[in-house]
């Protein structure tokens, strides 16, 4: 009895039957359950790989584009700067010229101020020489009561422009 428990145990046909039974289970879940969920998981890791790829493309180009906009920007910066020192120079440069140009007006109304000074000295001088001929012609005049002609008062005027001369 003991070999047929034991054969009533270990059945060949159940046996059979379970190995059967556990190969289609396989089969069906290997086609049903494990190549969808396999396929599902490769695909979900290849969005992934595909997305971190693509984050990895942005940021780089997101640092190309940061480092673009820095140097844009530094260009910008010394372009301002170049405009400004240019202005600077100009507007001393400018302001050169005037100095300049008011320095030689000024040079040039000094020298036409002394010029008329000078002018307006000689035109005194002869005024002064005439005024002083007829006035010394009046008191020689009184003085001797008479008129004297004409060409002694050239002769007066002739003496004193001596006299003014060694003067100067």
Do not use: C
Not at 35 to 45: C, G, N, Q, W
Not at 123 to 140: G, Q, T, V, W, Y
Request: glycine share 2%; aromatic share 6%; net charge negative.
């Amino acid at each position: 009895m003991k070999e047929g428990k034991a054969l009533e145990l270990f059945n060949l046909s159940t046996f059979v039957f379970t190995i059967i039974n556990l190969l289609v289970l396989y089969y069906i879940l290997k086609r049903l359950l494990f190549k969808p969920v396999t396929k599902f998981l490769e695909d979900r890791e290849n969005k992934i790989k595909s997305a971190l790829e693509d984050a990895d493309k942005q940021r780089e180009e997101a640092y190309s584009l940061k480092a673009q906009y820095e140097e844009k920007l530094q260009n910008a910066e010394n372009e301002g700067r170049a405009i400004i020192e240019k202005a600077q120079k100009e507007a001393e440069e400018r302001a050169s010229e005037i100095i300049k140009s008011a320095n030689k007006e000024a040079e040039s109304i000094i020298e036409k101020a002394k010029e008329e000074a000078v002018l307006e000295k000689i035109k005194a001088m002869h005024e002064l020489r005439a005024e002083m001929s007829h006035l010394i012609i009046e008191a020689a005049s009184k003085v001797l009561e008479k008129k004297l002609p004409v060409e002694d008062e050239d002769l007066i005027k002739e003496v004193i422009e001596e006299a003014g001369s060694w003067n100067k």
